[in-house]
């Protein structure tokens, strides 16, 4: 991405889309009772007040009545369908773990089968976007956290659920991310990247130079350690020189590294992410703080900033859903990569 003058003008940034991710499928519902939805009808009701609030993005995890991650499609399947009814113009975006929750004490935490998150393809309704990891990776979640993000709930230093967590891997090689995003193609689903770092990025280019990855560049820069990029101001701006002119990258951290990171992308003109899947806490940690909230207190600090916040029409635009392309050539210019080396005359 270039930021020439006037690049920090807002009349020449497009709006600010804003993703939630509501759901928190790391915390169990005593985490946060107050915010953590457990029955259907409370998931759906969660996505309309984001909605209302300004999100035009819901990023999804479902959650069992019993309060346990889902790990069954049929119940995203209910989810998507409720949401849909509901929140027509929002974003559905589904999770790619669909749930990485462990399912007994003492497991670790862990990606499902490829096999299972294939059939993210097969949801109907079809959701508008699934998020797809690139290279496998670690993904210990708690590396960057300090003991005071996760004092008192499940995840607090030395327990069970701290470990599990803290040897989670992705599992995303090169055959099954080649297959799974021509899956998704094939059903008229966008593929939404979420990188971990630059050489993520570079794989995503390499694919689409070979023709594999017809679809626009829309990512998730990933900030959370622990095998990802670490939340500073160096690995940003290392990351957006990285991205082509045409992709569209919202920008997502940890914990109080939430809120300070989304400012910088909103002052860059990119995107912002926030929840609590991604935090818990007020900026002084005096209280957790619901995801609502985080929506209300970004869409102020937009409107301070003189960013408009995109309804889910414009949204919608912006992330190009509903389209794809029909080749190597078509992809890399509209991502806005040079075109692929020719032999020389």
């Known amino acids: 991405m270039n930021f020439m003058d006037g690049s920090h003008f807002v009349e020449n940034m497009d709006k600010l889309v804003i993703t939630c991710a509501p759901y928190g499928p790391e915390w169990q519902p005593s985490d946060f009772p107050e915010d953590i939805p457990v029955s259907l009808e409370a998931q759906i009701q969660k996505a309309v007040d984001c909605y209302n609030a300004g999100a035009t993005v819901l990023h999804l995890h479902g959650r069992e009545d019993d309060g346990s991650g889902s790990k069954r499609l049929e119940r995203t399947n209910e989810l998507v369908a409720g949401i849909r009814a509901r929140c027509p113009e929002m974003i559905i975006q589904v999770g790619g773990s669909i749930s990485f929750a462990p399912t007994e004490e003492g ?13 993210l393809a ?7 976007q699934v998020t797809i990891a690139i290279n496998s990776n670690q993904m210990n979640v708690v590396e960057q956290m300090v003991a005071a993000d996760v004092a008192g ?89 990285a991205c082509p002119d045409g992709s569209v990258l919202t920008v997502e951290s940890s914990m109080l590294n939430t809120l300070p990171l989304n400012m910088m992308g909103m ?44 309804n889910g029409k414009e949204a919608r635009e912006i992330y190009k859903i509903g389209t794809f392309y029909k080749n190597a050539d078509e992809t890399l210019a509209a991502n806005g990569f040079a075109p692929n080396r020719q032999p020389p005359r």
């Open 267 to 310: 002052a860059m003109g990119l995107h912002v992410r926030c929840g609590i899947e991604d935090n818990l806490w007020a900026q002084d940690r005096s209280r957790k703080i619901s995801t609502v909230e985080q929506i209300e207190q970004l869409v102020r600090i937009a409107r301070e900033f003189g960013r408009p916040v995109a």
């Open 153 to 241: 709930t499940s995840l607090a230093v030395g327990t069970p659920g701290y470990f599990a967590y803290r040897e989670m891997t992705i599992p995303a090689g090169p055959e099954w991310v080649e297959e799974h995003i021509r899956r998704l193609s094939a059903r008229g689903i966008q593929t939404h990247f979420q990188l971990a770092n630059v050489p993520q990025l570079e794989t995503v280019e390499r694919m689409m130079r070979r023709g594999v990855c017809n679809v626009p560049l829309i990512l998730t820069w990933v900030a959370i350690g622990g095998g990802f990029d670490a939340p500073n101001i160096y690995n940003l701006a290392n990351f957006v020189r």
């Open 122 to 128: 097969m949801i109907e309704p079809r959701p508008d």
């Open 107 to 119: 497991e670790t935490a862990k990606w499902l089968s490829d096999d299972t998150r294939h059939g």
